[in-house]
């Protein structure tokens, strides 16, 4: 690499660090260190820049025209020595590129040291953030990217902990500053005494304090918004995994169900967040109960292809000529996915199947996931949906989690957030949720209200056991070694 300012800072160490790239400088004015990447220089000062007609207005129109000019001339130009051009030597040697992480864009970012104050506020640039209470008077790392500055990640001592959030101005005067710090006011607040509750569910003018913000949390827990990575992974979902892997083999069509809440969106999306994005390209549509026409209309949004028409026929012809240029030109396989496919009219079955046919129907080049409710199974037995039918090749069902596979659901999730010990004495939430994931994660949140008259009814009867919420706040302080009480 070049031996400029750009290519000897800190931050450029530090990327190339995280994935594992040697950075290696070569000597200072021999250029012959450098020789392929300066003989590309060269061409395009002879081939590109010597022969623009006019001088673009802007940088963006700059780079449109080199990006038409590599596409069009440089990269279809056999070369004197390899005898291949550059698009066809790279195609033939894929294998050999190695896949990108999936958080590739928070490999690229800053890096800043703070020191938490007593008021739990670190600053970036002016702008104020509030860190978790446990990190009182630490000093921390903070990670974040220039253009989405409100997405700062904190570490301490080498371990992540979590997302920070803008402070809250009205919620930091309201939290009670002790001398020993933010673990004595946390353990004080998590016990079950009248003006001590994390949240007044009053019905008029009451406050709502977060779990997150209460017990000082690294994120809010049971988030439907999960990186791949800290998805439970269960038989069900590396079920979907590998019939999915199946259909793209074979370019067929699958189908995936279950209850509403039961995952299935989860499980295609981590399903397909494994695919290497340089071989495949997603097209994920939802699905509604209009026409196919708009169906049609948001595959082409996702094919970046704007158009006014009503006609089947215009909108087919983009779609398969968009489909055509990714496998043939491109070499990407596309997958078509669609979402709360149970929604889809009876009339949109029996035409869908129409858009998966090239060259008489001896191409497999869109192949298809339909996920929905389990309602989507029983349509496609009609007699105008078994041309779609029949080129269905996997199944997948995703049933109501047992008893323990919740009470896993429930850990994994509070372990995600920074709590160690389960605040639950048992996996009782597959009672209240019928084994529904979902329905557990939104009954969590709105537990305030049972908690607080639950909590009202032992104070009257001189009970002192503490509910499970104010475990649950009691579970962030507990050493590993101990067990929250019931």
């Known amino acids: ?83 291949m051009t550059p698009f066809n030597r790279f195609a033939a040697h894929l294998e050999m590129i190695r896949e990108a992480p999936a958080d590739l864009t928070d490999h690229f970012r800053k890096e800043v040291r703070r020191r938490v ?63 020993n710090g933010g673990e004595e006011m946390l353990a004080e607040t998590s016990t079950c005494r009248p003006g001590r509750l994390p949240f007044d569910p009053s019905a008029d003018g009451g406050w709502i304090m977060s779990y997150r913000t209460f017990f000082g949390l690294s994120a809010e827990p049971f988030r439907a918004d999960l990186a791949l990575e800290q998805v439970l992974t269960t038989p069900e979902l590396l079920g979907v995994q590998q019939r999915l892997d199946y259909v793209l083999r074979l370019g067929a069509i699958m189908l995936v169900t279950g209850e509403v809440g039961a995952g299935t969106s989860t499980a295609v999306r981590y399903s397909c967040g494994t695919l290497h994005h340089s071989r495949y390209k997603t097209l994920w549509v939802t699905a509604s109960a209009g026409s196919i026409l708009e169906l049609y209309r948001q595959l082409l949004a996702e094919l970046d292809i704007a158009t006014a ?55 497999p080049w869109l192949p298809m996931v339909l996920a929905g409710q389990n309602n989507l199974a029983e349509n496609l037995l009609y007699r105008t949906a078994i041309p779609l039918a029949s080129r269905i090749v996997a199944r997948s069902h995703l049933p109501a989690v047992t008893r323990q596979a919740m009470g896993e659901y429930l850990d994994h999730h509070l372990t995600i957030v920074g709590i160690k010990n389960s605040p639950f004495t048992e996996p009782g939430g597959n009672r209240h949720s019928s084994g529904l994931r979902r329905a557990l994660s939104q009954s969590q949140p709105s537990c305030p209200r049972r908690h607080d008259r639950r909590c009202r009814r032992k104070n009257t009867r001189g009970n002192s056991g503490a509910c499970s919420v104010c475990r649950l706040g009691a579970a962030v302080i507990q050493p590993s070694n101990t067990r929250s009480t019931s």
Not at 34 to 49: L, N, P, W
Not at 140 to 145: C, G, K, Y
Not at 148 to 162: A, T
Request: positive net charge; charged residues 30%; glycine residues 4%.
């Open 1 to 83: 690499m070049d031996n400029g300012a750009a290519f000897r800072s800190r931050h450029l160490e530090r990327i190339c660090a995280s994935l594992g790239i040697a950075l290696i400088h070569s000597r200072p004015y021999t250029p012959q260190g450098r020789g392929k990447i300066e003989r590309f220089f060269r061409t395009v000062r002879s081939r590109f820049i010597s022969r623009l007609d006019d001088q673009p207005d802007t940088l963006a129109q700059l780079n449109e025209r080199f990006q038409h000019w590599l596409e069009t001339d440089y990269l279809h130009r056999v070369h004197s020595v390899t005898a």
């Open 309 to 363: 028409s009503s006609s089947r026929a215009v909108l087919t012809r983009l779609i398969r000529a968009q489909i055509d240029s990714l496998v043939a030109g491109k070499k990407q396989q596309p997958l078509l996915i669609i979402d709360e496919a149970s929604l889809l009219r009876l009339d949109v079955f029996a035409e869908l199947h129409t858009i998966t046919q090239f060259e008489a129907d001896s191409k």
């Open 117 to 179: 104050s007593k008021d739990r506020v670190v600053t970036i640039d002016g702008r104020l953030f509030e860190a978790p209470v446990q990190l009182i008077g630490e000093r921390v790392t903070l990670l974040f990217n220039d253009d989405r500055p409100e997405r700062v990640e904190i570490f301490c001592k080498g371990q992540s902990c979590g997302l920070l959030r803008p402070v809250d101005l009205v919620v930091n005067t309201l939290v009670k500053r002790t001398k």
